[in-house]
């Protein structure tokens, strides 16, 4: 029986035609597809912030020839052993002026709550260069470890000795040519100043009129009069004299902060912290891993940063439990607060003790202020 018949006849199957709303449908793909393609290569006026590095203030930090040493070292006074973690977060900033991300990477991050668009400016500021931008994150870090190493060593009871510096010029400042970058000051119309809102209500109250500073410039003392000008910053009108300020202080020991590479000011409540730990017996946080992030003034007020959500992620990945967050940032970490972790609302470098206290105690830590208070 013959399986095959060479002289069968086959019909063919009719060609099917793509109906209008197939063909249509097609076009608008492709079309969609180049576009989605020309996106890609158009500048944006965004960058992304996403949760960077995680530092242990208690443990260590490489240095530059690939070495490791000890975030925060102390000489000159006894220390104790320290365990688990007292974590500081960062924040990664994808993109800048000469490289914005895609519209592609806008559109992932959108969607990635980890990660957070942002304009351009709130992040590099018009007319300021890259370096300029380093510059001052770098002079913020080393601002916030002094302000973060005073704030410890007077909550432990040492005497510190502050003393405001001048250390640079705005554009068109009143006191150029007046004041020098170093100049410490000592007074402003017969009041002795310590720090910078102190200095700022005395200009301010003068209402315009020169304000008499005592400095102290080389080791010599002098009178220096400063006419201050007229400012608008955030919609109200201030006076100023032009001069960025940082504060010294002498310490009766030395605290050394090793960490390359990170900038702002955001750490300083986190060293206070560590300092405190290394200085003092037993484990401020019983060995648990607790993070946390805020800026600290040497008086031991903690106020608040950027990014607050990308760290929490952060301190997520970093397996802590527990994250301590200014309470100025508590509107953005309501909702927001990632898998199972406990955040607590920091006013001042007491509050953050008490959380580490009753962590370390293993106590009930329902009574501590919340965000969601």
Not at 68 to 86: D, F, K, M, Q, Y
């Amino acid at each position: 029986m013959a399986l095959f018949d060479d002289d069968a006849y086959v019909p063919q199957a009719p060609e099917r035609r793509m109906s209008r709303g197939m063909i249509a449908g097609t076009w608008a793909l492709a079309v969609a597809m180049v576009v989605l393609l020309a996106l890609t290569f158009l500048p944006t006026s965004y960058v992304i912030q996403r949760p960077g590095p995680v530092y242990n203030t208690l443990g260590s930090a490489n240095t530059a020839d690939g070495g490791e040493v000890p975030l925060i070292s102390v000489e000159g006074a006894e220390t104790h052993p320290t365990a688990g973690a007292l974590d500081l977060l960062t924040v990664q900033v994808v993109g800048n002026r000469e490289r914005t991300p895609s519209w592609f990477e806008l559109a992932l991050a959108w969607f990635d709550p980890s990660r957070a668009v942002v304009p351009i400016e709130s992040v590099f500021p018009e007319g300021q260069s890259l370096q300029e931008r380093s510059e001052e994150s770098t002079a913020l870090m080393v601002d916030s470890q002094k302000e973060a190493t005073a704030a410890a060593l007077t909550e432990l009871g040492y005497e510190v000795d502050p003393h405001l510096t001048v250390y640079s010029f705005v554009d068109d400042s009143a006191a150029a040519g007046i004041l020098e970058e170093g100049d410490v000051i000592l007074a402003a119309d017969g009041t002795v100043v310590e720090d910078a809102d102190t200095l700022r209500s005395i200009v301010n109250d003068g209402a315009g009129d020169p304000v008499a500073l005592s400095i102290e410039r080389d080791g010599e003392q002098r009178d220096v009069e400063v006419e201050p000008r007229s400012a608008e910053i955030n919609g109200e009108e201030t006076l100023l004299l032009g001069i960025t300020l940082m504060t010294d202080y002498e310490f009766p020991f030395d605290v050394t902060i090793q960490l390359d590479n990170v900038g702002g000011p955001s750490a300083g409540m986190m060293f206070a912290l560590g300092i405190i730990d290394v200085l003092t017996p037993g484990e401020l946080n019983g060995g648990e891993v607790v993070a946390g992030t805020g800026t600290i003034s040497g008086s031991g007020d903690v106020g608040p940063i950027g990014g607050i959500r990308q760290k929490m992620w952060g301190a997520v990945e970093s397996d802590a439990t527990w994250f301590l967050a200014p309470a100025d940032n508590c509107d953005e970490v309501v909702g927001h607060v990632p898998g199972e972790l406990q955040v607590f609302s920091i006013e001042t470098l007491e509050d953050a003790l008490a959380v580490l206290d009753a962590v370390a105690e293993g106590g009930d830590t329902s009574a501590l202020p919340t965000c969601e208070d």
